[in-house]
């Protein structure tokens, strides 16, 4: 199955990023496929580096997974995120509706 995930809080908050991370991890050893990762509103914090960051993790593992990890423009914008770090891109929402036709599964952390 092919899946989107969507990311609404921010690393430096609560748990959310990290608990997508591991989902995201438990859909690769089971054979399924992430399309995208889209960092929504203070998800997109993910963008800012701060240590303990899971910016690294999720980069390594889109890299190796071959997902798209996505900052909504909007947030990004918000939190003055204007260069994305290395293997993110800022997309808009647009995006989103496209995964969400692309993919089997979207799902959110909160």
Excluded at 20 to 47: D, E, T
Excluded at 64 to 72: K, N
Excluded at 99 to 109: K, L, Q, W, Y
Aim: charged share 20%.
């Amino acid at each position: 199955m092919n899946y989107t995930l969507v990311v609404v809080e921010a690393p430096d908050v609560g748990r959310a990023p990290f608990r997508a991370l591991s989902f995201a991890r438990a859909l690769k050893s089971s054979g399924h496929h992430l399309q995208r990762v889209f960092f929504y509103g203070p998800g997109v914090r993910i963008g800012l580096a701060w240590e303990g960051s899971p910016q690294q993790a999720w980069h390594d593992f889109a890299t190796e997974m071959g997902s798209e990890l996505l900052l909504c423009s909007a947030s990004a914008d918000r939190w003055q995120i204007k260069t994305p770090p290395e293997g993110f891109d800022i997309a808009g929402l647009g995006s989103l509706m496209e995964a969400g036709m692309d993919s089997d599964r979207v799902i959110t952390f909160a």
